[in-house]
């Protein structure tokens, strides 16, 4: 399986970009040695009214024949 270490992108929706800087002292712990690239967007709503919601991809290395 994948861990998060193979993830590659991740984007971050918040409902209110004030809490940008909590969201990053929580994030950091998660991705502390070599975070993916990011993209933040402030959204007006989200699923069940959630404060956060973030979407990843990641990857899987396989060596070629």
Do not use: C, W
């Not at 998060?4 to 998660?30: E, I, P, R, W």
């Not at 991705?31 to 699923?47: G, I, M, Q, S, Y």
Request: hydrophobic share 50%; glycine share 2%; proline share 5%.
């Amino acid at each position: 399986g994948l861990t998060l270490d193979h993830v590659v992108k991740a984007t971050v929706f918040l409902k209110d970009l004030s809490h940008f800087a909590a969201m990053n002292q929580v994030y950091a712990k998660y991705f502390a040695a070599n975070p993916p690239a990011r993209t933040t967007v402030e959204v007006a709503r989200l699923p069940r009214d959630v404060q956060i919601e973030i979407e990843v991809v990641a990857v899987e290395q396989r060596e070629h024949a």
